[in-house]
C-alpha cells in the first residue's frame, strides 16, 4: 500500500501558508519550459514543502511511477508552478511536464539531490535573449536550493528570466 506524501487537508494548509510565505519575496525568477517536438518530456523534481501553488489544465496521476517516496503527475496546458526559493520565489511556466513530488529534505540522503549550493547547471548551449534572459537548449539541468531541499528542472530547452538584471552565470556540472 502506497502512503502519500501529505494528506490532502494537511496539503491545503501548506499551500496557503506557503502563499502567504511567498506573497512578499518580490519578484520572481522565471523559468519557461515549452512543448518539445521529439516527445520527450520536462521533469521537474522537488520537495512538497517548496510548493506554494500550481495549476495546469490536465493532470494525470502517475501510479507505479518511481517508487513510494516520490508521488508524480503528468501536467498540461497552461502549467504554473509557484515555488518558495531561498532569497525570491521561483515561477515554472510549462506546456507540458512531470512533476515528481518528494518529501522535504531535513538531511541529505545518499543518492538524494544536493543540499548545499545555491544552483548548478548543465546546457549543451546557451543563448543570450536580452539583459536579464537566456535560452538554454541541449540536455539542460537546473538544480537550485529551496529552504525544502533542492528543485531539479530537466528538459531539453528552458528559457530563463531574472526580473533584476541579476545574472545567473551558466556553469557545467549537474
Given at each position: 500500500?502506497?502512503?502519500p506524501?501529505?494528506s490532502?487537508?494537511?496539503f491545503?494548509?501548506?499551500?496557503?501558508?506557503?502563499?502567504?510565505?511567498?506573497?512578499?519575496?518580490?519578484?520572481?525568477?522565471?523559468?519557461?519550459?515549452?512543448?518539445?517536438?521529439?516527445?520527450s518530456?520536462?521533469?521537474?523534481?522537488?520537495?512538497?514543502?517548496?510548493?506554494?501553488?500550481?495549476?495546469?489544465?490536465?493532470?494525470?496521476?502517475?501510479?507505479?511511477?518511481?517508487?513510494?517516496?516520490?508521488?508524480?503527475?503528468?501536467?498540461?496546458?497552461?502549467?504554473?508552478?509557484?515555488?518558495?526559493?531561498?532569497?525570491?520565489?521561483?515561477?515554472?511556466?510549462?506546456?507540458?511536464?512531470?512533476?515528481?513530488?518528494?518529501?522535504?529534505?531535513?538531511?541529505?540522503?545518499?543518492?538524494?539531490l544536493?543540499?548545499?549550493?545555491?544552483?548548478?547547471?548543465h546546457?549543451?548551449?546557451?543563448?543570450?535573449?536580452?539583459?536579464?534572459?537566456?535560452?538554454?537548449?541541449?540536455?539542460?539541468?537546473?538544480?537550485?536550493?529551496?529552504?525544502?531541499?533542492?528543485?531539479?528542472?530537466?528538459?531539453?530547452?528552458?528559457?530563463?528570466?531574472?526580473?533584476?538584471?541579476?545574472?545567473?552565470?551558466?556553469?557545467?556540472?549537474?
Amino acid at each position: 500500500m502506497r502512503t502519500p506524501i501529505l494528506s490532502q487537508a494537511g496539503f491545503a494548509l501548506l499551500l496557503c501558508a506557503a502563499a502567504a510565505a511567498a506573497a512578499g519575496n518580490g519578484e520572481p525568477e522565471i523559468f519557461f519550459i515549452p512543448a518539445n517536438s521529439s516527445g520527450s518530456e520536462a521533469t521537474i523534481k522537488l520537495p512538497v514543502g517548496a510548493v506554494s501553488s500550481f495549476s495546469a489544465s490536465n493532470a494525470e496521476a502517475l501510479t507505479d511511477y518511481a517508487g513510494p517516496e516520490i508521488e508524480a503527475m503528468r501536467l498540461s496546458g497552461d502549467v504554473r508552478i509557484e515555488v518558495i526559493g531561498i532569497g525570491k520565489p521561483i515561477q515554472i511556466k510549462a506546456d507540458r511536464v512531470v512533476l515528481e513530488l518528494t518529501a522535504d529534505e531535513a538531511v541529505q540522503r545518499k543518492g538524494s539531490l544536493p543540499l548545499t549550493g545555491s544552483r548548478q547547471l548543465h546546457s549543451t548551449r546557451v543563448i543570450e535573449d536580452g539583459d536579464a534572459t537566456q535560452t538554454f537548449v541541449g540536455n539542460v539541468v537546473f538544480t537550485l536550493q529551496t529552504a525544502s531541499g533542492a528543485l531539479q528542472i530537466r528538459a531539453d530547452r528552458v528559457e530563463h528570466t531574472e526580473r533584476l538584471g541579476v545574472r545567473m552565470e551558466p556553469r557545467a556540472g549537474a
